[in-house]
């Protein structure tokens, strides 16, 4: 596994990581943090992992199907972040770090985890049309306002993640709700 802060200190000189074996399962928060690496390869005999965007997104394997899990994305990833429908899961830490992306659309996603966002500073705006649950401080230590959409469905959100600032709104199924603030 991969701990967090693990290659962020005197680590800007790391540009590329390269998955060779199925050794490595985990990853966690801010792993990347504070370096430069723009791209994961995923050697064809790792098991554990796919690539996808150029090596911008890693997502955990899966035996039959399209992988649905974004474990890691690049701490340079940069701009408007936009998920394929087939990604339903935003893992802990994912984007935690990023200072470059703007927004996200993620029409598919139904969970974002723990820290998934925190500390993208520079996030303003996020749009999930399937979401349901927020996992704890998913968009701590952003320190600025943040417009977040959600499409509700029939099911409600099971959880709001414990968001600073932020009192959820009540909605009828299949409404839109834009909710504005400080997270």
């Not at 899990?69 to 802990?92: F, H, K, Q, R, W």
């Not at 927020?134 to 977040?148: Q, T, V, Y």
Request: glycine residues 8%; charged residues 15%; contains cysteine.
């Amino acid at each position: 596994s991969i701990r967090s802060w693990l290659l962020t200190k005197d680590a800007g000189c790391v540009s590329s990581v390269r998955l060779h074996s199925n050794r490595c399962r985990h990853w966690h928060c801010y792993a990347f943090a504070g370096t430069k690496v723009s791209n994961f390869t995923v050697n064809a005999a790792n098991k554990n992992f796919v690539a996808k965007e150029s090596g911008k997104l890693l997502y955990k394997a899966v035996q039959e199907g399209k992988p649905t899990e974004l474990v890691l994305a690049v701490p340079t990833y940069s701009g408007a972040v936009t998920l394929d429908a087939e990604t339903t899961t935003i893992a802990n830490g994912a984007f935690a770090g990023n200072k470059y992306i703007t927004s996200v659309v993620a029409n598919g996603v139904t969970s974002v985890g723990t820290y998934a966002f925190a500390g993208c500073s520079s996030l303003s705006s996020v749009t999930m049309n399937a979401l349901t649950t927020i996992g704890d401080n998913a968009f701590e230590f952003r320190g600025k306002p943040l417009s977040f959409t959600i499409l509700a469905t029939n099911s409600s959100m099971s959880h709001w993640g414990n968001i600073p600032h932020f009192v959820p709104a009540k909605y009828s199924s299949n409404s839109m709700i834009c909710i504005s603030g400080l997270f």
